[in-house]
């Protein structure tokens, strides 16, 4: 049952997209997000939605895959869609007491719908044709000039990585100890809300001692491989932009301008 | 009561990429007090059986009868075969999750809508049958206690339940030596004073031969053999085609050149002195 759940969402596949270096599609992925705050109009959005029309074509990921990911902020899409239809002042076109839809209400209440849904599936794409290490590898590599600030680029990579990686143990372990409660009486279908969550505390707590215990063993086991952090450590992937790459790049800028551009004609 | 499974089939994730059939026409009975032991090596299906038996996983097709109920039925409710089936985990320290040993112990128990008194004699019972004193205990922690205690407070927590039949997944699996004596002994000893079925899961050929009535030898999701310890151990190569071994003690009156198959010490000495006279 608990190992239904899919976290992380890389779609495996051997696609162009996916092959493609892990900060260029960061990179890409940020200048999506900003080129979809420099749209003020429909057709921008229409550019927008061609282009990553594209990208998801050519990374073969099923649409449906990318809509499944699309339904739990369903609810946040909806909630801002309500708002702006019914704060926004200006021509009224209906209204009920104190609810008043104007024709502007509309028109933005449309606009960010479009926007969000383009920026959630926009930044679901980075991970779904990324693997989560070569994602925190890329993060690292682009964070590294911050180094000179101090900042721990590394450690916070390595982090990442470790949390990535412990996801799958810890669904283990979670149903583990389900089935052993479970085994004892434990019941966790039914009845009401509080009765649910009281009926947790006996995985809950379990679960974070397991957690503690494989935090300490792995630390351990990482001292015992002198792991000392990210300063002269060398790497078994070089990441090496390649011809794609640089295309891949030469493509954003093109974006980027026809954005520019047509925000500034419009 | 006994127990008795026919053609009991498991596939896990059926109709997809990645099904894979872990249990395949599996069927044996154990007769009422039996103690029995199920070896097997690593991902040979023990542990899917063992789920089967407590109702945690849902068989593919076959049937499983504990006591005359049929708990394979659709309808059957899961209350009831916990009650008659109680089952430890394989490190079963790692549930432990309460404030002090008495409210662990007192956890199955309470599950099942028992009285107070009534769980309140059961956690003294429970904590006693495993060889440890309910006064100096109850108000630990479960936590400060040693690897040995630990298992035996988790291990109490599913007696307390006062199951028919008791299983238990390597209950002495990475103890000390010491430990894992006082494991063993207490199962023995819960065996003796209950007289119900206990189903034992070990890798310790020398534990199973010591204390089993009836051995089933598992390999890959398949009963390869079920029998007494005698039975099973005088079949050195066909326990050793499917990974596993005999108990130190058989192989070493083998290596003697004794030709019964020898499973216990004073057994192992009379034959070698007989042997030293010839």
Known sequence: MIRDITLGQYYASDSLIHRLD??????????????????????????????????????????????????????????????????????????????????????IAVFMAIRLVLLIIGSSMLTLATKPLSLTDGIERLLSPLAKFKFPSHEIAMMMTIALRFIPTLLEETDKIMKAQQARGADFESGGLLKRAKALIPVLVPLFVSAFRIAQDLAMAMEARCYRGGENRTRMHEMKLRKRDFIAFILMAAFLAIIIIEARMF | MSIKVTKLNHIYDKGMPTEQAALTDVSFEINDGELVGIIGHTGSGKSTLLQHLNGLLKATSGSIEVGGVEITRPGVSMVEIRK???????????????????????????????????????????????????????????????????????????????????????????????????????????????????????????????????????????????????????????????????????????????????????????????????
């Open chain 2, 84 to 278: 008659r089936v109680g089952l430890v985990f394989q490190y079963p320290e790692y549930q432990l999750f309460e404030v002090n040993v008495a409210k662990d112990v007192a956890y199955g128990p309470r599950n099942l809508g028992l009285s107070e008194e009534e769980i309140d004699q059961r956690v003294r019972e429970a904590i006693a049958l495993v060889g440890l004193d309910y006064e100096t205990v109850k108000d630990r922690s479960p936590f400060e206690l040693s690897g040995g205690q630990k298992r035996a407070v988790a291990i109490a927590g599913v007696i307390a339940m006062r199951p028919e039949v008791l299983i238990l997944d390597e209950p002495t699996a990475g103890l000390d030596p010491k430990a894992h004596k006082d494991i063993l002994n207490m199962i023995t000893e819960v065996h003796r004073r209950t007289g119900n079925i206990i189903i034992l899961v070990s890798h310790n050929m020398g534990d199973i031969a010591e204390i089993a009535d009836k051995v089933i030898v598992i390999d890959s999701g398949k009963v390869v053999t079920v029998g007494s310890p005698l039975e099973v151990f005088s079949q050195g190569e066909l326990l050793k085609s499917v990974g596993l071994d005999l108990p130190p003690i058989t192989e070493f009156c083998n290596a003697l050149g004794i030709k019964d198959t020898v499973l216990d010490m004073e057994d192992a000495v009379g034959k070698i002195v007989d042997l030293i006279k010839e």
């Open chain 1, 22 to 107: 892990p900060r260029v599609k960061i990179i890409a992925t940020l200048l999506f997000i900003i080129e979809l705050f420099i749209v003020d109009n429909f057709i921008g959005f229409a550019i927008c939605a061609a282009v990553l029309a594209i990208v998801i074509a050519v990374s073969k990921v099923p649409l449906s895959f990318i809509m499944r990911g699309l339904k739990p902020v369903l609810f946040i899409l909806f909630f801002t869609f309500a708002l702006n239809i019914f704060m926004v002042k200006g021509e009224v076109l209906w209204s009920w007491k104190f609810l008043h839809i104007t024709r502007e209400g509309i028109q």
